[in-house]
């Protein structure tokens, strides 16, 4: 999947479909993580909704979720400080 190491933490790719009914991971699609969410891409707000859904899900607080590509894409790489890809993968399945 789309976990890559770095010094600070790990990078995971993602593919956000925005305006749906709740927030939710929906699979993997093409060595992406595939994420709904209810916010809309305007303002920002689907990309606040995004760091602020997977902070609850990786149990790391927002300051830790750097947004470092895709700011106006679907598809967006985010830096997640401080963290391991097992650590990652283990809250994934809960």
Same mark, same amino acid.
């Given at each position: 999947? =789309?976990?890559?190491?770095?010094? %600070? $933490?790990?990078?995971?790719?993602?593919?956000?479909? #925005? @305006?749906? *009914?709740?927030?939710?991971i929906? =699979?993997?699609? *093409?060595? %992406?993580?595939?994420?709904?969410? &209810? &916010?809309? #891409? %305007?303002? =920002?707000? &689907?990309?606040?909704?995004?760091?602020?859904?997977?902070?609850?899900?990786?149990?790391?607080?927002?300051?830790?979720?750097? !947004?470092?590509? $895709? *700011?106006?894409?679907?598809?967006?790489?985010?830096?997640?400080? =401080?963290?391991?890809? %097992? @650590?990652l993968? *283990?809250? !994934?399945?809960?």
């Amino acid at each position: 999947m =789309g976990f890559k190491v770095s010094d %600070e $933490g790990v990078i995971l790719a993602i593919k956000v479909i #925005p @305006k749906a *009914n709740r927030n939710e991971i929906v =699979g993997i699609e *093409n060595d %992406e993580l595939k994420i709904r969410l &209810a &916010a809309v #891409p %305007e303002k =920002g707000e &689907a990309n606040d909704e995004l760091i602020k859904f997977l902070s609850k899900k990786f149990r790391v607080a927002k300051s830790q979720i750097e !947004l470092i590509s $895709g *700011n106006t894409s679907r598809h967006k790489r985010l830096l997640i400080k =401080g963290v391991t890809v %097992e @650590k990652l993968q *283990n809250h !994934l399945l809960l």
